[in-house]
């Protein structure tokens, strides 16, 4: 699993959500969007979940939003977007739901860990 966020906090909050699903899943933190981007490109097998917030610097939401559609690579991978005050309509009409399911931040641990327990049965 990939997690990008620039919020060290946020990172721990998801690594111990997942954690506490599966012990044996691998968690990989990304605090730069650039850099995560390219460890996407870079790294094999890719992983099973994205988590990203959706408001960091450098790529914007809707950067992301449209990576996530177009991209043949990024598509085939189930996405988790969170982040405060994003525009719903700005999800609205993605292929195969992505970003899969946005989650408000702060991030509520019962909804996060509900979606990851979704994901993890269907991948």
Known sequence: MFIIDDNTDDREIIQKAV???DSR????GYSNSLTALRRLYEVTPKPSIIFVDLRMPL???????????SDPL?????????????PGSD?????????????????????LKETLMDLWRTN
């Open 19 to 21: 954690a506490d699903i």
């Open 25 to 28: 899943a691998k968690c990989y």
């Open 59 to 69: 790529i914007g939401h809707r950067n992301w939003l449209q990576l996530f559609q």
């Open 74 to 86: 990024l598509k085939s991978i189930p996405v988790i977007g969170c982040g405060g005050n994003l």
């Open 91 to 111: 999800l609205n009409g993605n292929p195969r739901g992505h970003a899969y399911e946005l989650i408000p931040k702060p991030l509520p641990a019962i909804i």
